[in-house]
């Protein structure tokens, strides 16, 4: 066969391939909007998951308003816990750590304006595994800070999935 056959049958088969991967109807997770017009996070507002919660609602729900007062609320987001652990998992023969699991526990809280329970207290729990060695001290502390941020970013998405799944109150309109 010649090559031009082949170049042709290739880009033959690419175009069907991408032809039978658009008619399948296959698209990207796309993030669910909230279903609050208007939210208050009662947060730190000087932390970074912070910051990344208010870009990632800005992104993702462009119908939902982050607003500075409770009371102007539809839905308060309030942290009930959010820690930050390490535990040894293993020893080397020496006596050593060999491995350490880093863990962040994440619970929060999401009431209307007056306290009323929009959704159970949920908590978010993240675990990572982190080999160790003691003479790349510095390299696994900046290993661990990335496996520690990485966990942040999934936390921040996890935690608007679970709000998008909320039920905002019902209002004296409805």
């Not at 991967?21 to 996070?41: D, E, I, K, S, V």
């Not at 880093?102 to 009431?111: C, G, I, N, Q």
Request: with cysteine; charged share 25%; net charge positive.
């Amino acid at each position: 066969m010649s090559p031009a056959f082949l170049a042709r049958r290739r880009a033959l088969a690419a175009v069907g391939l991408a032809l039978l991967t658009a008619g399948c109807g296959f698209q990207l997770r796309r993030p669910r909007p909230l279903p609050f017009q208007t939210l208050h996070l009662a947060m730190n507002p000087y932390q970074e998951l912070t910051a990344m919660l208010k870009r990632a609602i800005a992104a993702g729900s462009p119908g939902t308003r982050l607003v500075d007062v409770p009371s102007e609320a539809e839905a308060v987001l309030s942290v009930v816990a959010d820690v930050q652990e390490e535990a040894i998992l293993s020893l080397n023969s020496e006596g050593r750590v060999r491995e350490l699991e880093l863990r962040r526990r994440f619970a929060y809280r999401l009431t209307d304006s007056k306290g009323v329970e929009l959704a159970p207290t949920g908590q978010i729990v993240l675990r990572r595994e982190l080999t160790f060695n003691d003479s790349l001290v510095l390299a696994k502390d900046a290993e661990k800070q990335m496996l520690f941020k990485d966990m942040q970013g999934d936390l921040v998405q996890q935690l608007l999935r679970r709000l998008a799944l909320a039920k905002a109150a019902p209002t004296d309109e409805d």
